[in-house]
C-alpha cells in the first residue's frame, strides 16, 4: 500500500471514530483521549491530520458535502430534489451523514460554527433556485435567497423530528411530505408535474453515483 | 403569602433554574447539585416538587404547553397560525420556552422522552386541521395527520435554523417564509386571502392572552 493511501485510510478512521464519539457524547463532552481510544491511532497521526476537537468536528459536518454533488439534469428543480433524496438516503444509511446532521443541531456545540452547515447548504440551493428561475421552472414571486431558507430549515426539522420519533425509520415518507407541501408554491405546474421524488429516482442516483470512480 | 402561594413560586424558582441549567449544560451533563445550586433551594423542597431530572426536564419542555391555548376563531387555519405566532414570539422572549425547544432538539438527550413534544404539538395541530377540514377550509387531498407532521418538523427546524445563524434574531421572517410557502398547499385559496400572520396579529394575541386572569 502506497504511503498516500495509507495516510488517506488513517485519516478516514480517525474521522469515523471522532463522528462516533460526537454522536454518543455530543460535541462539548467529547475528549481528543476518546477518539485516540476509538481510533486506536497515535496522538501524532491525529495531530498530523487534524488540529484540534473543532477542526475534526468541523471535518465531519463537511462529510455530507458530497450530498451536493449531483448529476446534472435538465430541470434545476429536480436537482434541489435529488440532493434532499440524496442526503435522506445517506442519513438513514451512513454513520457520516448521522454524526454530521447531530453535531450541526446541537445547540450546545458553542464552540463550532454550527451555522456554517446550514450557510453551505443555502447556498447550493439558492445556486440551483437562482438557475431554476433564469429558466422559467420557478413561479414569478419567488425570491430564491428566501425559498433556499426555507427549504434547508424546514429539511433540518423533518429529519429532526424523524429521529426523534423514530430513530429515522420514517424519514423517507416524512421528507416525500415535505416536498409535496413546499414545492406547489415554489414551482410553475408543468414543472411540478414532471419533478420525480420516487423511491426509484433515489435508488436511480445513489447507483449512478456509486458506479462512477472516485 | 398563604403557603399554596408560597409553594407555587418554589416551584416556579425550581423549573427557571432547571431551564436555565439544561440549557446552558444540555441535559446529559446537567445535575440536580447544579440546579439546587442555581434555585438556591435545598434539596427536600426540590424533591418535594419534582421526582428526578427527567422529570424537570419534562416539566420544562411541557411549559410550551401554554401556546396550545389561543382565542377561539371561526377560521381554525387562523388558530394553527395564531399558535406558531405566539410560540415564536415566546421563543423570542420567554427563557423557558427556548430551554423547551432545546431539550426536545437535543439529540443526545437519551433518557429522555424528546418525541413527546413533537407528538404533542402533532396532535393540537392535527386536532385543528381536521376541524378545518370539517368546515371545508382545507384543499381536499389534504390527510390532517399528514399535514400536521409537516407543520410541526418544518417548524422545529426553521426555528433550528434561525438560532443557528443569528440567536433567533430572523426568526420572525422566517417563520413568515414557512407560513407563506406551506399554507397555499394546504388551504382553499379563499380561506388563504384572510388569514393574518402578521406582526401585529402577534401582538394583539399576546394582549388578549396577557389580559385575561391567569
Redesign the interface.
Known amino acids: 500500500m502506497a504511503e498516500q493511501e495509507r495516510a488517506v485510510r488513517t485519516r478516514r478512521t480517525i474521522l469515523l471514530a471522532a463522528a462516533k464519539v460526537f454522536q454518543e ?2 460535541y ?2 467529547a475528549t481528543i483521549a476518546e477518539i485516540l481510544s476509538e481510533a486506536a491511532v497515535t496522538k501524532g497521526a491525529l495531530y498530523f491530520h487534524f488540529s484540534s476537537k473543532e477542526d475534526l468536528a468541523q471535518e465531519v459536518i463537511s462529510s455530507q458535502n458530497q450530498d451536493f454533488t449531483v448529476p446534472d439534469c435538465p430541470s434545476k428543480v429536480q436537482e434541489v430534489v435529488d440532493a434532499v433524496l440524496l442526503h435522506t438516503h445517506h442519513l438513514r444509511t451512513d454513520p457520516m451523514v448521522r454524526a454530521a446532521v ?1 453535531l ?5 456545540a458553542d464552540g463550532l460554527d ?2 456554517a452547515a ?2 453551505r447548504w443555502n447556498e447550493i440551493v439558492q445556486e440551483r433556485l437562482e438557475k431554476a428561475q433564469a429558466q422559467g421552472e420557478l413561479l414569478p414571486h419567488i425570491i430564491p435567497a ?2 433556499a ?2 427549504i ?14 423514530s430513530d429515522y425509520q420514517d424519514l423517507t415518507p ?1 421528507v416525500n ?2 416536498l ?3 414545492l ?3 414551482v410553475i405546474p408543468s414543472v411540478l408535474a414532471s419533478v420525480d421524488m420516487s423511491e426509484n429516482r433515489t435508488l436511480k442516483l445513489h447507483n449512478q453515483l456509486t458506479a462512477q470512480p472516485a
Do not use: N
Open positions: 457524547r455530543g462539548k463532552a447531530r450541526a443541531m446541537d445547540q450546545l454550527r451555522g446550514f450557510v428566501e425559498t431558507g426555507v434547508v430549515g424546514t429539511y433540518a426539522g423533518i429529519q429532526s423530528m424523524s429521529q426523534a420519533l416524512r411530505a415535505l409535496r407541501h413546499l406547489p408554491s415554489i
